[in-house]
Every structure is written in C-alpha cells, then in structure tokens.
C-alpha cells in the first residue's frame, strides 16, 4: 500500500461510458465529488472505494439515461489547455466556379 498521497493533479474524476453498456462508470478521487455523490445514494451505486496512502478514492455507476450531458459541458472560468485548443484554426474556402467534367 502506498504510503504517500495523490498531487492534486492526480485527484481526478474520470467518467466510462461506451456503446454497449447501460450505465455510466464515474471513478473520482476528489473528495467534493465522492460526497456529492455519497448525499445522493438513490441516483449514485457506490461499488467500489478504497485509499491511495491518505487519498480516498470511490468508483460509482449511474444507469446512462440520468445523464445529462448537456450540463456536463458546461464550464466556467478559465479553459484547461488541450491539444485541442492549439490546434491552428482551420478555414474552408468554397469554389463557386465548378466545371463539370464531361
């Protein structure tokens, strides 16, 4: 068992979901979101938790059609940089001279 704690950027929550299950699968070692989700055992299933030396970390499942996504998405304040975000930005330029090819 390890005898140090998780860095803050490893206190993380990660949420599973694919095609073939009904249910979302939340793992979090933030301790905000295990007892947000602890207060509400009729939408959470706690089915694992454990400690990482002092952190506490706890796996849940919620059936997939409670999710709502579109309040996921929602964020404030500052963006986290991503590959994403320095992508360079890309244009599309459309043609209004097309030939036909005969």
């Known amino acids: 068992m390890p005898t140090e704690s ?11 979901t694919d095609d073939e299950t ?13 007892t947000s989700m602890r207060k509400k055992p009729d939408s959470f ?11 506490e970390w706890a796996e849940f499942i919620i059936p997939v059609t409670d999710v709502n996504w579109g309040a996921l998405a929602k964020r404030t304040g500052t963006p986290r940089p991503n590959a ?7 244009s599309v330029t459309r043609s209004t001279d097309h ?3 005969a």
Not at 22 to 31: F, K, L, N
Not at 47 to 54: E, K, L, N, Q
Not at 84 to 90: C, E, Q
């Open 45 to 55: 299933h706690e089915t694992d938790s454990g400690h990482y030396g002092a952190t």
């Open 84 to 90: 994403a975000t320095n992508l360079p930005s890309a």
């Open 99 to 101: 030939k036909d090819a």
């Open 22 to 34: 009904s249910t979302v699968r939340i793992w979090t070692a933030q301790r905000s979101v295990i």
């Open 6 to 16: 998780l860095t803050a950027p490893e206190r993380e929550t990660i949420i599973n």
